[in-house]
């Protein structure tokens, strides 16, 4: 009787299907599942903070609580089941909380932040990759399947980026929830080679900002130095595109029910058509050379075009990528070619397409170290440049 509550609960507050089969437990929790965080007189679990997942929660005893993570729409969806959480627990021993997923495996390894003795931590992962049960020391902390980074951090990255690369700060447009999608732009307006440089259009797949923070901050820097050339080269920085998913802790979606990046050349979403529009704008003489958009999976990798690539887009594969894949401390990639899928409205794809373009998705793994990741993308910022500009050169395409 237990678990239809459960689902029912669950089903109210995100709208997602409900389809998997009870757990196997023999007794009934201590409480009703509730989707505002549950307590005991011991210890509490809230996820009233941006970031924190769209989950319910009961408890079983004083200091044993269970969350069910769903996602934001119903399946089929991406399996990046995100859970983020706070908790608060009175001395005296430890908290539990097991986590239960609803539509996908376990993924993400916890992240903690927090007051207590780490030394208390533990985590075990069900052998079906169902749940996982994370013991936290007593106190206060937070809980989440990667390193939280919302708008706040994207604020100050904007201004940084602003103040480093001597760049300007734009609003592009707005997203469902009322959210600005910002940008920050480089260069000269009449700068004749534009790039372009997406982010967390999936909410789950921090490690993909991170290495986006360091690959921009390092082409500011460059930018500033002089050692890229302004007049030549501009860059559309769009490091959050998907700001209602992100601070509601969905794991794919935006808040209209999209997959945001199976919208690009539709761009029915306002997210995606903010971006087409000021593409749209762009004067005569200013042309697309490189597209670049952060993911994460479950390794390090860049997706990039295969046989449809053009001469040039190839001369800059191997100028910028080729014979790298282990050449970068600790942080080993790998290279998959893929031609478009007729009617995939990915932004690999749209670019590609529509400007004939080197346009890749760089994917960093869920569980590459920060960094390394880091580091990497500060070396791969540092050559992009001098690649594209060799590739032109050498194998003119008009």
């Known amino acids: 009787a237990v678990w239809p509550l459960l689902a029912a609960a669950v089903a109210a507050g995100t709208g997602a299907a409900v389809l998997a089969q009870p757990p196997g437990r023999a007794s009934a929790p201590s409480s009703k599942p509730t989707l505002s965080g549950c307590k005991t007189a011991q210890a509490s679990i809230q996820f009233d903070f941006e970031g924190a997942s769209r989950s319910a929660c009961y408890a079983e005893d004083e200091r044993t609580f269970t969350v069910l993570v769903t996602p934001e729409h119903q399946p089929p969806i991406n399996p990046s089941p995100w859970y983020a959480f706070r908790y608060s ?55 989440s399947g990667q390193p939280l980074i919302t708008a706040a951090h994207y604020d100050k990255l904007l201004g940084q980026l602003v103040t480093s690369g001597n760049g300007s700060r734009i609003v592009l447009g707005y997203s469902h929830g009322g ?45 500033r130095s002089g050692a890229i050339d302004s007049r030549q080269y501009q860059f559309l920085i769009v490091p959050l595109l998907n700001p209602d998913g ?24 306002p997210e995606t058509r903010a971006v087409g529009n000021w593409l749209a704008r762009l004067p005569a003489g200013v042309k697309p050379v490189l597209m670049l958009d952060f993911h994460s999976t479950d ?38 070619p893929r031609d478009a899928n007729p009617g995939s409205a990915t932004s690999k794809n749209w670019f590609s397409a529509a400007y004939g373009i080197p346009a890749y998705t760089y994917e960093v793994g869920d569980e590459s170290a920060a960094e390394e990741v880091r580091s990497a993308a500060q070396a791969l910022a540092r050559t992009v440049i001098p690649a594209l500009t060799l590739s032109q050169q050498a194998v003119p395409d008009r």
């Open 299 to 336: 390794r390090n990798l860049f997706y990039v075009q295969g046989d449809e690539a053009s001469a040039s887009g190839k001369q800059f594969l191997a100028a910028w990528l080729g014979g790298k894949e282990n050449a970068l401390a600790g942080y080993s990639f790998a290279i998959e």
């Open 246 to 269: 992100v601070a509601r802790g969905h794991w794919r979606a935006n808040l209209g029910g999209t997959d945001i990046n199976r919208d690009w050349g539709k761009f029915k979403q």
């Open 89 to 143: 627990a009175a001395p005296g021993g430890k908290l539990t909380v097991n986590v239960r997923y609803i539509g996908a495996a376990h993924r993400y390894a916890p992240k903690w932040r927090g007051k207590g003795d780490p030394a208390a931590l533990a985590v075990a992962v069900a052998k079906d990759r169902s749940a996982v049960s994370i013991t936290l020391p007593p106190g206060e902390g937070v809980v």
């Open 179 to 223: 959210r600005p999608v910002e940008a920050v732009h480089l260069g000269h307006a009449d700068a004749p080679h534009l790039v372009i440089l997406l982010g967390r259009q999936h909410p789950p797949e921090v490690t993909g900002a991170i290495a986006m923070d360091a690959f921009t901050q390092e082409l500011a820097r460059l930018v």
